[in-house]
T-cell receptor, first 114, second 117 residues
């Protein structure tokens, strides 16, 4: 099974709201990722967690706060977002084998900031 | 630094005809290469991957890709297009730095495939 699940599927929030996105995988992968994808563009990496520790933060604004409570779960906490943050947020997981890393993506959360 | 160039932003074919989506890459060493497909408002689904084994790689849904080192290409093909193949396709290079347990992906800009009845 190569399934990554994400909730919610859709989220509409105001600029003063606090919300969270959730990602879950049960493949035993020890790396988990958050990507942001704008329309007609490829995904852009935001954060990487490896063994539950933050390994990469691609200079993401602090209004996005990631959290990895355990090896299966990844959260993205959202606060005081801007309308330009509206996008599809994708979670992925992987397990490096040798020098190969195959990432499996979830279905995404479509976020709209009003 | 790695880079990926998808040579066509849009490809249009008729149902039942062959599909060719072109991808060139730049890498300083032997890369891991992937094709992902994304249907509208969906996540990315892995179609196939090349990891320095056989140069002709077979994937899901009848797709295959051939790794050609001399041409630095990894083109995606399918003998006969189906309406359900209409989607956006991304060619991707993966980089795993030594001593790390994660990879960084470099995406092409994507090719939108349209299939006409």
């Amino acid at each position: 099974d190569t399934e990554v699940t994400q909730t919610p599927k859709h989220l509409v929030m105001g600029m003063t709201n606090k919300k969270s996105l959730k990602c879950e995988q049960h493949m035993g992968h020890r790396a988990m990722y958050w990507y942001k994808q704008k329309a007609k563009k490829p995904p852009e990496l935001m954060f990487v967690y490896s063994y539950e520790k933050l390994s990469i933060n691609e200079s993401v604004p602090s209004r996005f706060s990631p959290e990895c409570p355990n090896s299966s779960l990844l959260n993205l906490h959202l606060h005081a977002l801007q309308p330009e943050d509206s996008a599809l947020y994708l979670c992925a997981s992987s397990q490096v084998t040798g020098l190969t890393d195959t990432q499996y993506f979830g279905p995404g959360t479509r976020l709209t900031v009003l | 630094a790695q880079s990926v160039t998808q040579l066509d932003s849009h490809v249009s074919v008729s149902e039942g005809t062959p599909v060719l989506l072109r991808c060139n890459y730049s890498s300083s060493y032997s890369p891991s290469l992937f094709w992902y497909v994304q249907h509208p408002n969906k996540g990315l689904q892995l179609l196939l991957k090349y990891t320095s084994a056989a140069t002709l790689v077979k994937g899901i849904n009848g797709f295959e890709a051939e790794f050609k080192k001399s041409e630095t290409s990894f083109h995606l093909t399918k003998p006969s297009a189906h309406m359900s193949d209409a989607a956006e396709y991304f060619c991707v290079v993966s980089d795993v730095a030594g001593g790390t347990s994660y990879g960084k992906l470099t995406f092409g800009q994507g090719t939108i495939l349209t299939v006409h009845p």
